[in-house]
C-alpha cells in the first residue's frame, strides 16, 4: 500500500523560530511537492522536487526552503516562523512521467505559530 | 494564468439526494481533470480523472465528465451517503510529467441522515 507519512501532525511554534517539516514516502516517486491549505484558498503549491537535490519554486515559495537530499525525503524549513505561516502543510509524491498526474498525499501537518 | 474555479460551500444534503458541485476552469492547452477529496483527518486522495474532451471520469457513484465548449468539470452523484460528507477539491493539471496541480478552493459537503 502506498504510503506518504509526514512526521508531525500537529506542530505548536513560536514566531521566529525555525521550523522543520519532514515527509517520506515509501514508493520510489521522483516527485515530491509541498502544498499549503487554508480556508477558502484551496492548496497552493510552496515547492516542488523531481529529482534528488533539484527543487523548483511553486506559486507561493518566500518564506520557505526545502531539501531533498534523498528520494524518499523532502523536507520543508520555515527559517523564521511568522503567524501569517499558520496553516495545514500537505506533502504529496507522484510518478515522474506518469499520464495519469495522481499525487499521492499525507495526513498533513497543522502548524499553529503563535 | 491557469485556475480553478469551484461552487462555494458548505453544501449541505439529506441523505440519498442528488449531488452537483461545480468546477470551471482556464487554462491554456488541454490540461487533464480532476477530483479530489479529502475526509475529516485524512490527506487527499484521487476521486476520478479525465483526460481529454468528452471523458467521463467515475468512482465510487461519482461522476464527471469534462465539457471543453463550458471548461467545465462537475461532480455529481446520484444519491449521497453520510460517509460521503468531506471536503471535495477540483483540479486540473498543469503539465502530466511533473504532476504540479493547480487546486480550487474546496467544496465542503455535509450530507445528514
Known amino acids: 500500500d502506498v504510503k506518504v507519512t509526514q512526521s508531525s501532525r500537529y506542530l505548536v511554534k513560536r514566531t521566529g523560530e525555525k521550523v522543520f517539516l519532514e515527509c517520506v514516502q515509501d514508493?520510489?516517486?521522483?516527485?515530491m511537492f509541498w502544498y499549503r491549505q487554508d480556508p477558502g484558498l484551496g492548496l497552493r503549491l510552496i515547492y516542488f522536487?523531481?529529482?534528488?537535490?533539484?527543487?523548483e519554486k511553486g506559486d507561493i515559495p518566500e518564506g520557505y526552503s526545502v531539501s531533498r537530499e534523498k528520494k524518499e525525503r523532502f523536507s520543508l524549513i520555515l527559517e523564521s516562523a511568522s503567524t501569517n505561516q499558520t496553516s495545514m502543510y500537505l506533502c504529496?509524491?507522484?510518478?515522474?512521467?506518469?499520464?495519469?498526474?495522481?499525487?499521492?498525499f499525507g495526513e498533513g501537518s497543522r502548524l499553529t505559530v503563535l | 494564468g491557469d485556475s480553478v474555479t469551484q461552487m462555494e460551500g458548505p453544501v449541505t444534503l439529506s441523505e440519498e439526494a442528488f449531488l452537483t458541485i461545480n468546477c470551471t476552469y482556464t487554462?491554456?492547452?488541454?490540461?487533464?481533470l480532476f477530483w479530489y477529496v479529502q475526509y475529516p483527518g485524512e490527506g487527499l486522495q484521487l476521486l476520478l480523472k479525465?483526460?481529454?474532451?468528452?471523458d467521463k471520469g467515475s468512482n465510487k457513484g461519482f461522476e464527471a465528465t469534462y465539457r471543453k465548449e463550458t471548461t467545465s468539470f462537475h461532480l455529481e452523484k446520484g444519491s449521497v451517503q453520510v460517509s460521503d460528507s468531506a471536503v471535495y477539491f477540483c483540479?486540473?493539471?498543469?503539465?502530466?510529467?511533473?504532476?504540479?496541480?493547480?487546486f480550487g478552493q474546496g467544496t465542503t459537503l455535509q450530507v445528514k441522515p
Open positions: 504529496a509524491s507522484s510518478l515522474f512521467g506518469t499520464s495519469t498526474g495522481e499525487l499521492f
Open positions: 514508493m520510489d516517486h521522483e516527485n
Open positions: 522536487s523531481y529529482d534528488v537535490k533539484m527543487k
Open positions: 487554462a491554456t492547452g488541454y490540461p487533464s
Open positions: 479525465a483526460t481529454k474532451a468528452d
Open positions: 483540479a486540473l493539471s498543469r503539465s502530466s510529467n511533473t504532476g504540479k496541480l493547480i
